[in-house]
């Protein structure tokens, strides 16, 4: 029987949004403790007070951001008491861009780049929070890239100290961290987190049969029916599984459904999926290498170059010495490096000795693709 094939007008896709980042679904599965958590975190505000703060703690594409989201589109739609501001520190790395975010959401535009100091853009802030009587919640979305840069304590203690200047000016701040390992409370002085004193809310991450049900969600809403099979999708979960982030899954969808467009077809076929994942493999390692710090990025850039020059295995104790630079710390702190790159699926860590800290490093990605990545 003749295939079927797709008039030059058709379509596959209902909305090919759906399958964006950024994209906040109407309903969202698999993380309602977590909404619950940040929901008790606002009520305060809603009641005149200022929200409790929170560390939204996880794995790359566990759901963090979106959670935020979720809870900050509900407050736009539902209370004027309220002034949620999300904040992207991947883009906005300083405190002065933080304030002007802020800024921006208050006044509708963002403060002159030139003549104006952070302390009349952190007073007009405070003033207009104070006359309008409205609480605010900033969302640090990865938090830990301005702890990297010694940045975050400033910003959070500058938030929550508004109220000095400003009295009846109420903020509080949702932090999202990606890397598990970084315990803020420790890491943070005593002078930011007497009034930081922020709950862990903890996203696990996503097992095969909840990225099952995120990606049909998803397909539902975003593809015709039909364009994606039962054992395509099967493919596209043991895929995105190997990656452990659900963006991976999302990017692959889209990616696959582009392809059996562009050849006419009304279905996903397997040979989609296989060249899609060539691109959509790669969605993890770019949202991971953008978490880390710049020594992390140059770790990670080394144990690439050294998977390219020698066939054997590496071990930790080689890339170490193989460094022109030593991490402030020492080996301590080098090994706290590679394990975060493990925490971060970057690399596998294979202990040699039991009780040692040398272990076989295994880069999880093509090192020319990393090289590539590090810049």
Avoid at 156 to 170: F, K, M, T
Avoid at 189 to 204: G, H, K, L, M, Q
Avoid at 246 to 261: P, T
Wanted: aromatic share 8%.
């Amino acid at each position: 029987m003749r295939k079927r094939l797709l008039m030059s007008c058709q379509t596959l896709f209902r909305d090919i949004d759906v399958f964006e980042i950024d994209y906040v679904p109407e309903f969202f599965n698999y993380r309602e403790s977590q909404l619950k958590d940040l929901a008790y975190q606002v009520r305060p505000a809603l009641e005149g007070g200022r929200a409790l703060n929170a560390v939204c703690r996880g794995l790359p594409g566990t759901g963090k951001t979106t959670s935020v989201l979720r809870i900050f589109a509900e407050l736009e739609q539902t209370t004027k008491k309220i002034l949620p501001v999300y904040v992207n520190c991947q883009n906005d790395r300083t405190k002065y861009m933080v304030f002007s975010r802020i800024y921006a959401a208050i006044f509708g535009h963002a403060p002159a780049r030139t003549g104006v100091s952070i302390k009349s853009v952190m007073d007009a802030i405070g003033d207009a929070l104070q006359q309008q009587e409205k609480s605010l919640i900033v969302c640090l979305d990865d938090a830990n890239l301005l702890h990297y840069n010694n940045t975050l304590g400033d910003v959070v203690n500058s938030l929550l100290r508004l109220h000095q200047d400003y009295p009846g000016a109420r903020a509080a701040v949702f932090a999202t961290v990606s890397d598990v390992d970084l315990d803020l409370v420790t890491e943070l002085s005593r002078w930011v987190i007497s009034p930081f004193r922020p709950s862990d809310i903890y996203f696990p991450p996503y097992d095969a049969d909840e990225i099952r049900g995120i990606l049909r969600d998803r397909i539902r809403i975003g593809l015709y029916p039909g364009v994606i099979s039962g054992p395509m999708l099967d493919c596209i979960v043991e895929q995105t599984m190997e990656s452990g982030d659900v963006r991976v899954g999302l990017d692959l969808v889209k990616r696959a459904a582009l392809n059996a467009e562009c050849a006419a077809r009304t279905g996903v076929a397997e040979e989609d999926v296989t060249a899609a994942y060539a691109q959509a493999k790669h969605t993890h390692l770019a949202h991971a290498i953008r978490a880390l710090s710049a020594g992390e990025r140059m770790l990670l850039r080394r144990i690439a170059e050294l998977s390219q020059e020698q066939a054997g295995p590496l071990v930790s104790g080689a890339i170490y010495t193989a460094g022109e630079d030593t991490p402030k710390g020492g080996y301590t702190t080098f090994f706290q490096r590679l394990q975060k790159l493990d925490a971060l699926r970057l690399v596998d860590l294979v202990r040699v000795h039991a009780g040692g800290r040398t272990s076989e490093v295994v880069l999880r990605y093509p090192p020319e693709k990393v090289v590539q990545m590090c810049g």
